[in-house]
């Protein structure tokens, strides 16, 4: 059963069939799925959630789908940790990691929003998908188009790590590299998306794109035991994602899944790269565009798409906005492994190092519970750690010689609990 009742624009509230259209005739707003939340009283509840399937389908209801699932059968139910060993570190009592480091296929967020598009792109009847991408999209969009028999046209701009650009083509995608910044692609992909017949995830399917990205905040709000934490913390790149988390928190109230405890949201970026953390620090609505310059590649979008709505996201909910040096991405990346066994990429170091800066300003109360969102996994992005990790001692294969490494080693070496 579906509850989807077609799109509408978001400005001036003109519906729409579903179809590959993202943005209104009219007023060029952007156009949003409608659900008969009415009719899903009663019927969407914890228990036929519990009953679903041990992927992000579990939330079937609550996406713009009509028939089965056809992409992200094994995507989605990442691990939500405890992380005790960084409560300790930061000082404070109840502190998350929702880590979709693990997600699969390629090990980012995206595999919500492309299971979701790609499904739906094959049910409007396409057979070629396509992507602007800071990377990860990329990898997820070529990933799921193979197994899904699509044709796919991921588009990045040149100057990524090697890990995102073999991440997309071992899956043999057509990939283009633009000779410009993530804003130039993206503005090519919407022409390329009004003249070919395509279902380019993020532009004309863009409206259940990024319904997925619920199904993170759906999937928190689960594995706390039908809970919301009071403060997540999460990335910004186009603002995809941290809306829709909190609208996915809002639907799980509304529907009466979860009690309200008035959840707030903040946004972490790039010091390189921060039009939302900076109109939310000036009080301003409207984003000002930037020319990015961080390591955080993956979340360097100096002209974010739903920006707008990131930032009335994070005023009504009540959060901020914060960012990270380089320096303090790197550090947090380190951070992160060494404390709780979870490497992530830049834009994780990002929201880790807005964490703690939330929380020593006391933006963040040290006693309530904290939910960090980690996006995207380290192993794609070597590039930013391997000149900061010492490397290993190099010794021939006697225990003389291991011996002697460890009696010069013993003086230096911290006591392996403390961290
Ligand atoms: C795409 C991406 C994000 C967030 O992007 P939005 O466009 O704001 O949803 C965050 N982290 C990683 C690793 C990403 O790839
Ligand atoms: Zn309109």
Request: aromatic content about 8%.
């Amino acid at each position: 059963m579906s509850y989807v009742r077609g799109l509408k624009c978001r400005e001036c509230g003109q519906n729409y069939p579903e179809k590959g259209v993202h943005v209104c005739e009219t007023c060029f707003g952007p156009l949003e799925v409608q659900y008969d939340y009415a009719a899903m009283r009663g019927k969407v509840t914890r228990e036929s959630i519990e009953a679903g399937p041990r992927n992000l389908w579990r939330y079937r209801d609550l996406l713009p789908i009509h028939g089965e699932p056809k992409s992200g059968l094994h995507s989605g139910l990442t691990p939500l940790k405890r992380a005790r060993n960084l409560e300790k570190v930061l000082g404070v009592r109840e502190l998350y990691i929702k880590d979709d480091a693990a997600n699969y296929p390629t090990w980012s967020y995206k595999e919500r929003v492309v299971s979701v598009a790609i499904t739906k792109a094959i049910e409007l009847g396409y057979d070629t998908v396509g992507c602007a991408s800071t990377g990860n999209l990329a990898n997820s969009v070529a990933a799921h188009a193979a197994e899904a028999g699509l044709r796919a046209f991921v588009m990045i701009p040149h100057d990524l790590e090697q890990g995102k650009v073999l991440g997309s083509l071992i899956f043999n995608p057509t990939m283009v590299r633009i000779q410009g910044n993530y804003d130039d692609v993206n503005r090519l992909c919407s022409e390329i998306a009004d003249k070919y017949r395509w279902a380019i995830v993020n532009v004309n399917l863009r409206p259940f794109y990024t319904e997925g990205a619920k199904t993170f905040g759906f999937e928190i709000a689960e594995q706390m035991g039908w809970q919301l934490p009071k403060h997540t913390v999460c990335p910004t790149a186009g603002g995809t994602i941290l809306p829709k988390i909190y609208k996915g928190y809002r639907e799980l109230i509304d529907l009466g899944i979860v009690a309200d405890n008035q959840p707030r949201i903040y946004s972490a970026q790039a010091a390189g790269c921060n039009p939302v953390v900076e109109a939310i620090r000036a009080g301003r609505d409207l984003i000002k565009p930037q020319k990015p310059k961080t390591i955080a590649k993956s979340i360097a979008i100096g002209n974010p798409a739903d920006g707008f709505y990131v930032v009335q996201a994070v005023k009504e909910s009540g959060g901020w906005g914060e960012d990270a040096t380089d320096t303090e991405i790197v550090d947090a990346i380190k951070l992160l492994a060494r404390t709780e066994g979870t490497w992530t990429e830049p834009a994780g170091g990002t929201t880790l190092a807005a964490t703690i800066k939330l929380i020593e300003s006391g933006r963040i109360p040290r006693d309530e519970s904290i939910c960090v969102c980690i996006t995207g996994n380290g192993l794609k992005t070597v590039e930013v750690v391997v000149d900061q990790l010492e490397p290993p001692a190099s010794i021939p294969p006697s225990l003389e010689a291991f011996d002697a490494l460890m009696a010069g080693r013993e003086s230096v070496d911290p006591a392996p609990a403390s961290v």
